[in-house]
């Protein structure tokens, strides 16, 4: 790989394995494939080239061109590999012809070529040069973290915190798409319900997992979804922020539901609040809204306190907070029937700039202010009906709590310690014994010893020395705490 690439540059290329499957193609795709890199490629050049005068940040860009083509060709064989062996045919035209995946997975191997190579370019401003939308990038970026292993720890980490900052803000700015596919759902953001599967969702009526018992009447909407998908990861990145504030404040269980119901109720019914806003800005203002209703004591400043001290927290979260604008020919429901929540929403006060006033400002004219300003002269407006109902002095009934997801827990995954003999070692949940075990396997701290004797015993036969000498031994007696949980297969 270029070190310090110097007057034209030396592109990478894909390697053979992919021309072939290239070649296996109905129509060979890889001159479009490259003229599409080296469009994009250039654009990001073209701009550092000619708005900035130093040269090395010239430098600097011109390295993270390179390294993003290697990266680009690489992720992109492991996808194509992956989509093969997952539909079983040998033609996958279909991912290499979607141009806006293959733009948007350009993208993301720049982005991670900008975070290796410290190159000052944020992810809005990379967009920006690219003519794309933050909405659309957020979707390969799980693509990208399945099919590379090679990231270093940092890149992943940075990788996770850009997506977390697409669902957070940057997808809910006025000119994303989000609000079409919005639009296309009746005015409404999925619920919670819709888009978690059932197994991961807590029975607000009781401590056991909620039963998959109401699909019709859940009205699923397609797997494939892109909102199904967006909607899922907002749930779930939210459900773990709302624990950790609920924990800090020492709000009950019975609150923390309620709050999250409100929430999901401002996301679905009033989610033109989240237009140029932040998600973290309707949790706080819903914390406050239901603890007031129930007379219980949490101030405001208390919740914006807490807040900050958490690692994910932005100043700029709790002081500079859209309050209006004027830009109102455009609003993201215009052309439907307005939602409401006992009160009608008031178009006066929902925000549209033509472009994103957060990340260019002057762009509009807008007035601004600090989250307690949006909590009384915008939230209440349009959630203060729905959260009364909460009150136990409401004398009406109470709205049903909405389910909430589970903690998120890593799937179970096997490590190969061994090729010839097979030997895994792998998570067991002695409830559920993995359907792939055919061979011999050993459980810790359960099976006899005998049966870890002769798993061995087929270790030191195995045919290559190295494969043995590199195996961590693991004999009757070494049974150490870590291992309690781990099973031992040789297939």
């Known amino acids: 790989m270029a070190t310090e690439p110097q007057g034209n540059p030396q592109w990478f290329g894909p390697s053979d394995h992919l021309m072939s499957m290239f070649r296996k193609c109905s129509s060979d795709p890889s001159e479009a494939v490259k003229v599409r890199l080296k469009r994009m490629l250039h654009m990001f050049l073209l701009h550092h080239g000619d708005s900035l005068g130093n040269e090395r940040t010239k430098e600097l860009a011109a390295r993270c061109c390179h390294q993003a083509e290697f990266w680009y060709y690489r992720i992109l064989e492991k996808l194509v590999s992956q989509e093969r062996r997952r539909l079983g045919i040998s033609d996958v035209s279909g991912i290499l012809k979607a141009d806006l995946v293959q ?9 991670i ?7 000052p370019c944020d992810l809005p401003r990379l967009l920006q040069i690219l003519q794309m939308t933050s909405y659309h990038f957020w979707r390969v970026i799980e693509l990208v973290l399945r099919a590379e292993a090679g990231l270093t720890h940092a890149v992943v980490r940075h990788l996770s915190q850009v997506e977390e900052n697409i669902l957070e803000s940057l997808a809910w700015t006025s000119d994303s798409p989000l609000w079409e596919e919005i639009r296309s759902n009746r005015g409404h953001l999925l619920t919670c319900q819709q888009v978690m599967p059932p197994a991961q969702l807590e029975d607000p009526k009781r401590t056991e997992l909620q039963p998959d018992t109401k699909p019709a009447a859940v009205n699923r909407p397609q797997r494939s979804s892109p909102l199904l998908l967006f ?32 929430f999901e109720h401002s996301l679905v019914y009033c ?21 007031k209703v129930n007379k219980v004591e949490i101030p405001f400043k208390c919740i914006m306190k807490c807040y900050k001290s958490h690692p994910h927290a932005r100043k700029s979260v709790c002081s500079n907070v859209l309050i209006s604008g004027r830009n109102m020919d455009n609003p993201p429901n215009r052309g ?20 994103p006033s957060t990340h260019y400002p002057g762009a509009s004219q807008e007035r601004r202010g600090n989250l307690i300003d949006f909590y009384n002269q915008v939230y209440t407006t349009n959630m203060q009906h729905f959260a009364k109902q909460f009150a136990a002095t ?13 903690p998120w827990k890593a799937s179970p995954r096997r490590h190969q310690v061994l090729r010839r003999p097979s030997v895994y070692i792998s998570p067991y949940n002695p409830d559920t014994p993995s359907p792939r075990t055919t061979g011999l396997c050993y459980y810790f701290n359960a099976s006899p010893p005998e049966r870890l004797r002769e798993i061995n015993n087929m270790i030191k036969t195995g045919r290559s020395p190295t494969r043995r000498r590199n195996l961590v031994k693991l004999e009757e007696g070494d049974e150490r705490p870590l291992a309690k949980r781990l099973r031992l297969d040789h297939q």
């Open 231 to 262: 909607a899922r990861k907002v749930y779930s990145l939210m459900s773990r922020r709302l624990r950790e504030l609920c924990s800090t404040l020492d709000v009950s269980d019975k609150l923390l539901l309620q709050i999250w119901t409100c």
């Open 394 to 406: 409401s004398g009406c009934d109470t709205p049903p709590l909405s389910p909430y997801p589970q």
């Open 103 to 111: 733009r948007c997975l350009v993208a993301c191997c720049l982005q």
């Open 336 to 355: 439907q029937k307005p939602l409401t929540t006992g009160n009608q929403v008031d178009y006066d006060i929902m925000v549209t700039p033509d472009t």
């Open 271 to 291: 989610s033109h609040l989240m237009v140029d806003r932040h998600l973290d800005q309707l949790l706080m203002c819903a914390i406050y809204i239901i603890a």
């Open 113 to 119: 070529s900008i975070c290796s190579n410290h190159l």
